[in-house]
C-alpha cells in the first residue's frame, strides 16, 4: 500500500509560480507524477518521472513545467513557472510501484487568476 501526500497549492496571479511536492510512503515506487482535472474536463497527464530520471511532459507545459525527484525520500516536486489561467485544475500526485499498481493523493488546488 502507498499513501502520497500533496502540498504547495494555492492561487497565484498569471506569470507567476508554485512549487508542488508529493510524498510517497509504503511500497517501493517505480513511477510518480503529476495529472490535473479542470472543472468539467478530464483528468489529464502533467509530466511523470521514473525511478531512473527519465521524464515526460505533456506538450502544454514543456518548457515551463519541471518535476524532479528525491528517490531517497520517496518525494517528488513540481515546479510550475510561467502559470497560465488554463493552468488552474486541481492536481493529483499519482505513484506506480513496482508490481504495476496505481495511486492517487487526494489532490491540490492550482488557481492563475488575476
Known amino acids: 500500500q502507498v499513501q502520497l501526500v500533496e502540498s504547495g497549492g494555492g492561487l497565484v496571479q498569471p506569470g507567476g509560480s508554485l512549487r508542488l511536492s508529493c510524498a510517497a510512503s509504503g511500497s517501493r515506487i517505480y513511477l510518480m507524477g503529476w495529472y490535473r482535472q479542470a472543472p468539467g474536463k478530464q483528468r489529464e497527464l502533467v509530466t511523470t518521472v521514473t525511478s531512473g530520471g527519465s521524464t515526460n511532459y505533456a506538450d502544454s507545459v514543456k518548457g515551463r513545467f519541471t518535476i524532479s525527484r528525491d528517490n531517497a525520500k520517496n518525494t517528488v516536486y513540481l515546479q510550475m513557472n510561467s502559470l497560465k489561467p488554463e493552468d488552474t485544475a486541481v492536481y493529483y500526485c499519482?505513484?506506480?510501484?513496482?508490481?504495476?499498481?496505481?495511486?492517487w493523493g487526494q489532490g491540490t488546488q492550482v488557481t492563475v487568476s488575476s
Open positions: 499519482t505513484a506506480v510501484s513496482g508490481v504495476g499498481r496505481q495511486y
